[in-house]
């Protein structure tokens, strides 16, 4: 198949599923959540003091899979956001999914294997706007 049909087809496959209600994507007490929210602070404390780790990739993985279904950047605090949209949404199961950080060098003053530590997510809440479901997660500790 070519690539400009490879493509095309997957255009028509995205625009279908953000107009389709998420009957199979993700429900939560009940809920079908249309969006999803993981936010999270990446710090390291090799010696006792909490830093923050500025300026570091992190990114959702789910299934042990190599694809990272969505990514951010630390801010100078640490801080990160991922906004999943309507697709990823429908992709994400909190059970199989987690964080992942990609440490820059010398990032955190101590070596780790791959500089990459990882970090299991947590409801934090539920909220709506409007008709969309919003479900809030947040990284727990990395490791």
């Known amino acids: 198949m070519e690539r400009s049909n490879v493509v095309y087809l ?12 998420p009957s199979h994507g ?17 710090i390291c404390s090799t010696n ?17 899979s190599t694809i990272n279904l969505a990514y951010a950047v630390t801010n100078l605090s640490g801080a990160f956001s991922i ?10 199961n909190p059970s199989f999914c987690g964080i992942g950080a990609n440490l820059p060098t010398g990032g955190c ?3 780790f294997p ?3 530590l990882y ?8 909220a709506r706007t409007g008709d969309t479901y919003t479900a809030f997660y947040r990284a727990d500790r990395f490791r």
């Open 10 to 21: 997957i255009s028509i496959l995205v625009i279908m599923a953000s107009h389709s209600s």
């Open 26 to 42: 993700l429900r939560i007490f009940g809920y079908e959540i249309g969006r999803v929210i993981i936010e999270g602070v990446l």
């Open 48 to 64: 006792g003091t909490a830093n923050p780790v500025s300026d570091a990739t992190v990114f959702l993985t789910c299934g042990g």
């Open 83 to 92: 906004v999943l949209n309507i697709v990823e949404t429908l992709l994400f």
């Open 109 to 111: 003053g101590v070596e």
């Open 114 to 116: 791959d500089d990459v």
């Open 119 to 126: 970090s299991t997510l947590s409801l934090v809440s539920i």
